[in-house]
Protein backbone atom coordinates (compact mmCIF):
# COMPACT_ATOMS: atom_id res chain seq x y z
CA UNK A 1 0.00 0.00 0.00
CA UNK A 2 0.94 3.44 -0.70
CA UNK A 3 2.05 5.60 2.38
CA UNK A 4 4.11 8.49 3.08
CA UNK A 5 6.12 9.10 6.35
CA UNK A 6 7.18 12.55 7.89
CA UNK A 7 9.86 10.75 11.15
CA UNK A 8 10.02 14.29 12.27
CA UNK A 9 7.18 16.07 14.09
CA UNK A 10 8.34 19.19 15.39
CA UNK A 11 11.26 20.85 14.06
CA UNK A 12 13.20 24.21 15.51
CA UNK A 13 15.74 26.35 13.47
CA UNK A 14 16.90 29.85 14.33
CA UNK A 15 15.76 32.86 11.50
CA UNK A 16 19.13 32.68 8.50
CA UNK A 17 19.45 28.78 9.89
CA UNK A 18 19.27 26.01 6.71
CA UNK A 19 16.42 23.73 6.84
CA UNK A 20 15.80 20.05 5.62
CA UNK A 21 12.63 18.51 6.51
CA UNK A 22 12.29 14.86 5.51
CA UNK A 23 10.35 12.83 3.63
CA UNK A 24 10.17 9.05 2.88
CA UNK A 25 7.33 7.39 0.64
CA UNK A 26 6.03 3.86 -0.33
CA UNK A 27 4.95 3.66 -3.80
CA UNK A 28 5.27 1.05 -6.73
CA UNK A 29 5.27 3.09 -9.40
CA UNK A 30 6.58 6.34 -10.51
CA UNK A 31 5.47 8.74 -8.08
CA UNK A 32 3.69 11.84 -8.30
CA UNK A 33 5.28 13.99 -5.22
CA UNK A 34 4.11 17.36 -3.96
CA UNK A 35 5.01 18.99 -0.77
CA UNK A 36 2.37 21.33 1.12
CA UNK A 37 2.69 24.08 3.88
CA UNK A 38 -0.53 24.51 6.06
CA UNK A 39 -0.46 27.74 8.44
CA UNK A 40 -2.66 27.95 11.08
CA UNK A 41 -6.80 28.20 10.05
CA UNK A 42 -6.03 27.93 6.13
CA UNK A 43 -6.01 25.09 3.24
CA UNK A 44 -2.44 23.70 1.78
CA UNK A 45 -0.73 25.72 -0.25
CA UNK A 46 1.40 24.12 -2.78
CA UNK A 47 5.11 24.37 -2.55
CA UNK A 48 6.73 22.12 -5.24
CA UNK A 49 5.89 19.30 -7.01
CA UNK A 50 7.61 16.27 -8.72
CA UNK A 51 6.33 14.71 -11.59
CA UNK A 52 9.34 13.65 -14.06
CA UNK A 53 12.56 15.18 -15.53
CA UNK A 54 14.88 16.97 -12.83
CA UNK A 55 15.22 15.42 -9.65
CA UNK A 56 16.22 18.94 -8.32
CA UNK A 57 12.67 20.72 -7.90
CA UNK A 58 12.68 24.60 -7.10
CA UNK A 59 9.17 26.02 -5.29
CA UNK A 60 7.91 29.11 -4.01
CA UNK A 61 9.51 30.97 -1.07
CA UNK A 62 13.30 29.95 -1.83
CA UNK A 63 12.35 26.04 -1.14
CA UNK A 64 13.63 23.26 -3.26
CA UNK A 65 13.03 18.99 -2.83
CA UNK A 66 15.29 16.61 -4.03
CA UNK A 67 13.57 13.30 -5.48
CA UNK A 68 16.10 10.28 -4.40
CA UNK A 69 14.79 7.63 -6.38
CA UNK A 70 17.46 4.95 -4.23
CA UNK A 71 16.17 6.60 -1.30
CA UNK A 72 12.67 6.38 -1.69
CA UNK A 73 12.88 10.14 -0.65
CA UNK A 74 11.68 13.58 -1.27
CA UNK A 75 13.94 16.13 1.25
CA UNK A 76 12.64 19.50 1.29
CA UNK A 77 15.08 22.15 1.98
CA UNK A 78 15.85 25.85 2.19
CA UNK A 79 18.87 27.64 2.83
CA UNK A 80 18.04 30.11 4.85
CA UNK A 81 14.48 29.93 6.97
CA UNK A 82 12.54 33.37 7.68
CA UNK A 83 10.31 33.66 10.58
CA UNK A 84 7.09 33.80 8.14
CA UNK A 85 8.13 30.15 7.31
CA UNK A 86 7.06 29.14 10.37
CA UNK A 87 3.82 26.29 9.86
CA UNK A 88 3.16 22.74 9.26
CA UNK A 89 4.48 21.06 6.41
CA UNK A 90 2.88 17.98 4.34
CA UNK A 91 4.73 15.90 1.91
CA UNK A 92 2.27 13.87 -0.23
CA UNK A 93 2.58 11.23 -3.06
CA UNK A 94 0.04 11.06 -6.09
CA UNK A 95 -1.49 7.85 -5.97
CA UNK A 96 -4.21 5.92 -8.25
CA UNK A 97 -5.05 3.94 -11.26
CA UNK A 98 -3.22 5.44 -14.83
CA UNK A 99 -1.63 8.31 -12.92
CA UNK A 100 -2.64 10.33 -9.71
CA UNK A 101 -5.62 11.19 -8.03
CA UNK A 102 -5.78 11.53 -4.69
CA UNK A 103 -3.07 12.61 -2.06
CA UNK A 104 -1.73 10.32 0.25
CA UNK A 105 -0.11 12.46 3.34
CA UNK A 106 2.32 12.24 5.34
CA UNK A 107 1.79 13.27 9.44
CA UNK A 108 3.40 16.30 8.46
CA UNK A 109 6.04 18.30 10.12
CA UNK A 110 5.34 21.38 12.34
CA UNK A 111 8.20 23.94 11.78
CA UNK A 112 9.38 26.77 14.56
CA UNK A 113 11.48 29.66 13.90
CA UNK A 114 13.28 31.14 16.34
CA UNK A 115 14.23 35.06 16.15
CA UNK B 1 -8.00 34.40 -9.72
CA UNK B 2 -10.37 33.25 -7.40
CA UNK B 3 -9.52 29.98 -5.63
CA UNK B 4 -11.14 26.74 -4.11
CA UNK B 5 -13.86 28.58 -1.69
CA UNK B 6 -15.80 26.40 1.29
CA UNK B 7 -18.13 27.48 3.23
CA UNK B 8 -19.17 27.69 6.07
CA UNK B 9 -15.67 28.23 7.63
CA UNK B 10 -17.10 27.01 10.80
CA UNK B 11 -19.90 24.79 12.08
CA UNK B 12 -21.15 23.47 14.96
CA UNK B 13 -23.52 21.13 15.59
CA UNK B 14 -25.02 18.78 17.91
CA UNK B 15 -24.72 14.97 17.77
CA UNK B 16 -26.93 13.55 15.30
CA UNK B 17 -28.00 16.34 13.33
CA UNK B 18 -27.42 16.26 9.33
CA UNK B 19 -24.70 18.78 7.94
CA UNK B 20 -23.86 19.99 4.51
CA UNK B 21 -20.28 21.29 3.64
CA UNK B 22 -20.57 23.31 0.35
CA UNK B 23 -17.12 23.83 -1.84
CA UNK B 24 -16.74 25.98 -5.13
CA UNK B 25 -13.99 24.87 -7.09
CA UNK B 26 -11.41 26.55 -9.33
CA UNK B 27 -12.95 27.63 -12.93
CA UNK B 28 -12.62 25.37 -15.22
CA UNK B 29 -10.80 22.45 -13.00
CA UNK B 30 -12.55 19.25 -13.70
CA UNK B 31 -11.69 17.03 -10.82
CA UNK B 32 -12.61 17.95 -7.21
CA UNK B 33 -11.65 16.31 -4.14
CA UNK B 34 -12.63 16.47 -0.78
CA UNK B 35 -9.98 15.20 2.21
CA UNK B 36 -10.38 15.18 5.98
CA UNK B 37 -7.81 16.34 8.76
CA UNK B 38 -8.09 15.64 11.61
CA UNK B 39 -6.00 15.17 14.76
CA UNK B 40 -5.91 11.27 15.56
CA UNK B 41 -6.10 10.33 11.81
CA UNK B 42 -3.91 13.67 9.93
CA UNK B 43 -4.77 13.80 6.67
CA UNK B 44 -7.45 11.28 4.67
CA UNK B 45 -8.39 11.21 1.69
CA UNK B 46 -12.58 10.86 1.09
CA UNK B 47 -13.98 11.30 -2.34
CA UNK B 48 -13.13 12.15 -6.07
CA UNK B 49 -14.64 13.76 -8.70
CA UNK B 50 -13.65 13.64 -12.35
CA UNK B 51 -15.52 14.87 -14.93
CA UNK B 52 -18.80 12.82 -15.47
CA UNK B 53 -16.94 9.51 -14.68
CA UNK B 54 -18.41 7.54 -11.13
CA UNK B 55 -16.80 9.24 -8.01
CA UNK B 56 -13.86 7.76 -6.48
CA UNK B 57 -15.57 6.99 -2.99
CA UNK B 58 -12.91 5.12 -1.41
CA UNK B 59 -12.11 7.12 1.22
CA UNK B 60 -15.79 7.62 2.49
CA UNK B 61 -14.99 6.56 6.32
CA UNK B 62 -18.95 5.36 6.69
CA UNK B 63 -22.15 5.00 4.61
CA UNK B 64 -23.62 8.28 6.69
CA UNK B 65 -20.78 10.35 4.65
CA UNK B 66 -22.38 11.28 1.37
CA UNK B 67 -20.79 13.60 -1.91
CA UNK B 68 -22.33 14.99 -5.04
CA UNK B 69 -21.31 17.13 -7.25
CA UNK B 70 -23.85 19.30 -9.11
CA UNK B 71 -23.33 20.32 -12.80
CA UNK B 72 -19.53 19.32 -12.83
CA UNK B 73 -18.75 22.75 -10.41
CA UNK B 74 -20.28 22.82 -7.04
CA UNK B 75 -19.93 20.03 -4.43
CA UNK B 76 -21.89 19.43 -1.28
CA UNK B 77 -20.63 17.00 0.99
CA UNK B 78 -23.17 15.77 3.41
CA UNK B 79 -22.39 14.04 7.30
CA UNK B 80 -26.28 12.51 8.21
CA UNK B 81 -26.70 11.62 12.24
CA UNK B 82 -23.39 13.37 12.92
CA UNK B 83 -21.22 11.55 15.77
CA UNK B 84 -18.19 13.43 17.98
CA UNK B 85 -15.23 11.60 16.00
CA UNK B 86 -16.70 13.35 12.77
CA UNK B 87 -15.31 16.47 14.05
CA UNK B 88 -12.70 17.70 11.58
CA UNK B 89 -11.33 20.60 9.23
CA UNK B 90 -12.79 19.13 5.90
CA UNK B 91 -10.74 20.14 2.80
CA UNK B 92 -12.15 20.56 -0.26
CA UNK B 93 -9.43 20.72 -3.45
CA UNK B 94 -9.67 21.10 -7.20
CA UNK B 95 -7.30 20.27 -10.26
CA UNK B 96 -7.51 20.91 -13.68
CA UNK B 97 -7.23 18.21 -16.29
CA UNK B 98 -4.30 15.92 -16.53
CA UNK B 99 -1.87 14.32 -14.55
CA UNK B 100 0.68 16.85 -14.52
CA UNK B 101 -1.45 19.59 -12.75
CA UNK B 102 -1.67 20.06 -9.04
CA UNK B 103 -4.59 19.92 -6.68
CA UNK B 104 -5.47 23.28 -5.36
CA UNK B 105 -6.92 23.56 -1.51
CA UNK B 106 -9.94 25.70 -0.12
CA UNK B 107 -9.32 27.38 3.55
CA UNK B 108 -11.39 24.00 5.03
CA UNK B 109 -14.77 24.01 6.98
CA UNK B 110 -14.07 23.39 10.75
CA UNK B 111 -16.84 20.80 11.77
CA UNK B 112 -17.27 20.38 15.59
CA UNK B 113 -19.72 18.17 17.00
CA UNK B 114 -20.82 18.85 20.31
Known amino acids: AQSVTQPDIHITVSEGASLELRCNYSYGATPYLFWYVQSPGQGLQLLLK??????LVQGIKGFEAEFKRSQSSFNLRNPSVHWSDAAEYFC?????????????FGAGTRLAVHP | GAGVSQSPSNKVTEKGKDVELRCDPI?????LYWYRQSLGQGLEFLIY????????KSGLPSDRFSAERTGGSVSTLTIQRTQQEDSAVYLC????????????FGDGTRLSIL
Open chain 2, 27 to 31: SGHTA
Open chain 2, 93 to 104: ASRKGGNNQPQH
Open chain 2, 49 to 56: FQGNSAPD
Open chain 1, 50 to 55: YFSGDT
Open chain 1, 92 to 104: AVGAGPGGYNKLI
